[in-house]
């Protein structure tokens, strides 16, 4: 398998990714790796059915992820997470649960953090980010352009926490005035290009 990374030019770490793909193709064939038109919907009942198949011994979580054709293994394992916990499983339909969703539920800073760099991980799923974690896709997508413009600072939860400039101290202030001067260069410099655009057109 490392063999096969090497010659695709793909980091060691997609080893678990081709085995997988293997898995599907045994089981489905070239079929397995038909895109889809639509995200997938699960039923309550097809939940039931592959976890209770992993609790009773029979199956893997690899195994049972290929049998049924599931989107990823974190998506089972989120499953039988919400089983052992005594949670319900409910009909999933992506467009409405994750795409669609308002905020579920309050969220810690490190929660935030950890579902940020899964999500990163796996090549920015926000979709399998917000199933797993239990939070809506706008969340998910909301947390990590925070974070990639801000760091873990941009997860900060902010809201009614706002200060005014007289009541923080004078690290936070410089900041704030060094963030207000890049927004005043960066209009003025859309202002100069704008002007070089406008005589540009006048010389035509």
Known sequence: MSEICVRLGMSPKNGMTIYKWLDKYKIWGADAFIPSSKNKSYTREFKLRAVEEYISGQASVREIVAKYNISSMSMLERWISLYNANRELKDYDPKREVYMAEARRKTTME??????????????????????????????????????????????????????????????????????????????????????????????
Do not use: P
């Open 111 to 204: 929660e935030r953090k950890e579902i940020v760099e899964y999500c990163i991980e796996h090549n920015r799923d926000y979709k399998g980010a917000a199933s797993k974690y239990d939070v809506s896709y706008n969340q998910v997508y909301s947390w990590v352009k925070k974070y990639v413009t801000n760091g873990e600072e941009g997860l900060t939860d902010k809201r009614g926490c706002h200060k005014a400039d007289d009541e923080v101290d004078e690290l936070e202030r410089l900041r704030r005035e060094n963030l207000r001067l890049k927004r005043q260069l960066q209009e003025k410099d859309m202002a100069v290009e704008l002007l070089k655009k406008v005589k540009e057109f006048e010389r035509m």
